[in-house]
């Protein structure tokens, strides 16, 4: 089955520290790719997607991600964190030719020290 | 205010009753979904609805039943809740395509 893998569960880092979280698809098709972010006690948010195109996307609040499609990748980076990124953060997918659903990673948790 | 809007928030039940969860978007995108989000598993999809009267299961949908009569309006019915039914749900909307998802605030429901 098609499955989204985010490679860290929890991750600590302090502020002004370079972020990356690991985003990776099992599927060998056309895909949407999608980044949410659920702060504490918050709904998820959309932070950033990609359909096509320049593979280096960017989003809100200094995020972007990087669609490398022979690695089947779609990693989010921020180059310098702060204290209010802490959230949990889920890489998601539709494949193509699906009716459009989510298929979602497991997320990962960040927690900036202040 | 416009949006998704889920109720209720938070829901003690005990096993075996009936609850049912609500959700209403007036955006009139055609798609609503139910998700639960339990810890290491992240979101999973309950069951989809394509547009009024149209509705299809997903990843995890035992025990669960939805309906969907009106655009807006997209319930999700625990008929006799189990404990292993403990978790937060979100309600998802998006218009056609593959386009995002916007999310409700989710409810917290709790099985005793």
């Known amino acids: 089955a098609q499955s989204v893998s985010q490679h860290n569960h929890h991750v600590i880092l302090s502020e002004a520290a370079s972020l990356e979280l690991g985003c990776n698809y099992s599927y060998g098709g056309t895909v949407n790719l999608f980044w949410y972010v659920q702060y504490p006690g918050q709904h998820l948010q959309l932070l950033l997607k990609y359909f096509s195109g320049d593979p280096l996307v960017k989003g809100i609040k200094g995020f972007e991600a990087e669609f490398i499609k022979s690695k089947f990748s779609f990693n989010l980076r921020k180059p310098s964190v702060q204290w209010s990124d802490t959230a949990e953060y889920f890489c998601?997918?539709?494949?193509?030719?699906?009716?459009?659903?989510?298929?979602f990673g497991k997320g990962t948790k960040l927690s900036v020290k202040p | 205010d416009a949006g998704i809007t889920q109720s209720p928030r938070y829901k003690i039940t005990e096993t075996g009753r009936q609850v049912t969860l609500m959700c209403h978007q007036t955006?009139?995108?055609?798609?609503m979904f139910w998700y639960r989000q339990d810890l290491g598993h992240g979101l999973r999809l309950i069951y989809y609805s394509a547009a009024a009267d149209i509705t299809d299961k997903g990843e995890v949908p035992d025990g669960y039943v939805v309906s969907r009569s009106k655009t807006e309006n997209f319930p999700l019915t625990l008929e006799s809740a189990t404990r292993s039914q403990t978790s937060v749900y979100f309600c998802a909307s998006r218009s056609g395509g593959r386009n995002e998802q916007y999310f409700g605030p989710g409810t917290r429901l709790t099985v005793t």
């Open positions: 998601a997918v539709i494949l193509g030719g699906s009716q459009g659903n989510l298929i």
């Open positions: 955006w009139s995108h055609s798609y």
